[in-house]
C-alpha cells in the first residue's frame, strides 16, 4: 500500500545539536509539507515543496531547513538555532493542483534531552 | 488572507449520544473544506471533504458535515458516538486560487461510557 513513512518516531536532541527527521512517500505526490504540533496550536506549517529542487517557508521556518533532491523524499533539518524545538513533526503529501487533500505520515515526536 | 475557528477545544460526551464539533472560517474567496481526525501519537486522516455540488456531505463512519456558505460554517455531526469515536478533529480550508491549507486549533472529543 502507498503512503508516507516518518522516521524515526521518537528522537531526542541534546544542546547545540542538529537533527534530521526523515520523510518518504510512495504515492507519486509532487507536493510535501512539513508541519509542527504543539498541544493546543494546531498544525503550523514550517516548509513546503511543489516540485523537486524547489521548496518555500511556511509560517514558522526559523530554525528549520529542508531539500528536496528527490521526489520521495522531503527530509527536516532542525538546527540548534530552533529554542524551542520539543513538538510533534508531521509530514504530509498531495496531489499537484488546487483544493487537494493532504495525506500524512505517523509523526516524530523530539524531545530535548 | 483566511482564518479558520474551531470553538470548542473540548467535547466531552457520552457513548451513543450526538455530537456536534463546529468550524466557522473566514474568506474573501470561494474555499473548499475539510475535516481530519487524529488518533494519540499518529497523523491526521481525511474524514470527509466539501469542494462542490451538494452541501452535505458524509463519511463511511457516519459522521456528517454540512457546508453552509451565509455563515461560513462547516460543523461536523454524528448522530450517535462510539468509544472508538474519541480523537482530535482538526477542520481545513484551502481558498481558491491556493493549494495551502489552514488549519484550525483541534477539537478533542471524548467519549465517555
Known amino acids: 500500500d502507498g503512503g508516507i513513512t516518518q522516521s524515526p518516531k521518537y528522537l531526542f536532541r541534546k544542546e547545540g545539536q542538529n537533527v534530521t527527521l526523515s520523510c518518504e512517500q510512495n504515492?507519486?505526490?509532487?507536493?510535501m509539507y512539513w508541519y509542527r504540533q504543539d498541544p493546543g496550536q494546531g498544525l503550523r506549517l514550517i516548509y513546503y515543496s511543489q516540485i523537486v529542487n524547489d521548496f518555500q517557508k511556511g509560517d514558522i521556518a526559523e530554525g528549520y531547513s529542508v531539500s528536496r533532491e528527490k521526489k520521495e523524499s522531503f527530509p527536516l533539518t532542525v538546527t540548534s538555532a530552533q529554542k524551542n524545538p520539543t513538538a510533534f513533526y508531521l509530514c504530509?503529501?498531495?496531489?499537484?493542483?488546487?483544493?487537494?487533500?493532504?495525506?500524512f505520515g505517523d509523526g516524530t515526536r523530539l524531545s530535548i534531552l | 488572507a483566511q482564518s479558520v475557528t474551531q470553538l470548542d477545544s473540548q467535547v466531552p460526551v457520552f457513548e451513543e449520544a450526538p455530537v456536534e464539533l463546529r468550524c466557522n472560517y473566514s474568506?474573501?474567496?470561494?474555499?473548499?473544506l475539510f475535516w481530519y481526525v487524529q488518533y494519540p501519537n499518529q497523523g491526521l486522516q481525511l474524514l470527509l471533504k466539501?469542494?462542490?455540488?451538494?452541501?452535505l456531505v458524509e463519511s463511511i463512519n457516519g459522521f456528517e458535515a454540512e457546508f453552509n456558505k451565509s455563515q461560513t460554517s462547516f460543523h461536523l455531526r454524528k448522530p450517535s458516538v462510539h468509544i472508538s469515536d474519541t480523537a482530535e478533529y482538526f477542520c481545513?480550508?484551502?481558498?481558491?486560487?491556493?493549494?495551502?491549507?489552514?488549519f484550525g486549533r483541534g477539537t478533542s472529543l471524548i467519549v465517555h461510557p
Open positions: 481545513a480550508v484551502i481558498r481558491e486560487g491556493s493549494y495551502i491549507p489552514t
Open positions: 504515492l507519486n505526490h509532487d507536493a
Open positions: 504530509a503529501s498531495s496531489i499537484s493542483g488546487r483544493n487537494q487533500p493532504q495525506h
Open positions: 474568506s474573501s474567496v470561494s474555499v473548499y
Open positions: 466539501y469542494l462542490s455540488g451538494s452541501t
